[in-house]
T-cell receptor, first 112, second 112 residues
């Protein structure tokens, strides 16, 4: 039973355009959400997070949106750059020191 | 510089030959965990540790052991490796299970 779903295994976007990566979750107890980026031959790196008390969090070119009623979050990258090409993982957790639950990842390719 | 160190980075071994992958962190974080990454399956947690001498199973613990005798080290032990344990392994550290975790560079293990 997959609690965190990234339904698009891959996404291609032109340089300079917006990249939108989506993530759905089933556990209504999740209240903290994170995005990680992973390059080949490296460990995942933390990108941005959002608490369930917010519906938007922004950090430079990266914005995460949370729609609690739809149990959906998305990561927007504007403008997309070739260096953004990587696998992006969505993760979720509940307060109370429970481990993160990761999605299967979406491979983003930004084409110059 | 805050780091998570894993050794070895690459390992090819044979079925049944016991091996240990070491993980060390220099941030005095209480929380450490092990993940494996497989194509199409994303990141799956193997074991985690909330503190010294406190460990617990993740989603895919079968065939693995861990120990946490001191805060900085969290080795992953495969007592009798099998080919289905061929994977990319990541160790991670954090202040707690719920929030951002910081990953090591990964260990690529091949069991023949």
């Amino acid at each position: 039973d997959q609690q965190v779903k990234q339904n698009s295994p891959s996404l291609s976007v032109q340089e300079g355009r917006i990249s939108i990566l989506n993530c759905d979750y089933t556990n209504s107890m999740f209240d903290y959400f994170l995005w990680y980026k992973k390059y080949p031959a490296e460990g995942p790196t933390f990108l941005i997070s959002i608490s369930s008390i917010k519906d938007k969090n922004e950090d430079g070119r990266f914005t995460v949106f949370l729609n609690k009623s739809a149990k959906h979050l998305s990561l927007h990258i504007v403008p997309s750059q070739p260096g953004d090409s990587a696998v992006y993982f969505c993760a979720a957790s509940t307060t109370g020191n429970t481990p993160l639950v990761f999605g299967k990842g979406t491979r983003l390719s930004v084409i110059a | 510089e805050a780091q998570v160190t894993q050794n070895p980075r690459y390992l090819i071994t044979v079925t049944g030959k016991k091996l240990t992958v070491t993980c060390s962190q220099n941030m005095n974080h209480e929380y450490m965990s092990w993940y494996r990454q497989d194509p199409g399956l994303g990141l799956r947690q193997i074991y985690y540790s909330m503190n010294v001498e406190v460990t617990d199973k993740g989603d895919v613990p079968e065939g693995y052991k861990v120990s946490r005798k001191e805060k900085r080290n969290f080795p992953l032990i495969l007592e009798s490796p099998s080919p289905n344990q061929t994977s990319l392994y990541f160790c991670a550290r954090g202040w707690g299970a719920t929030y951002e975790q910081y990953f090591g560079p990964g260990t690529r293990l091949t069991v023949t």
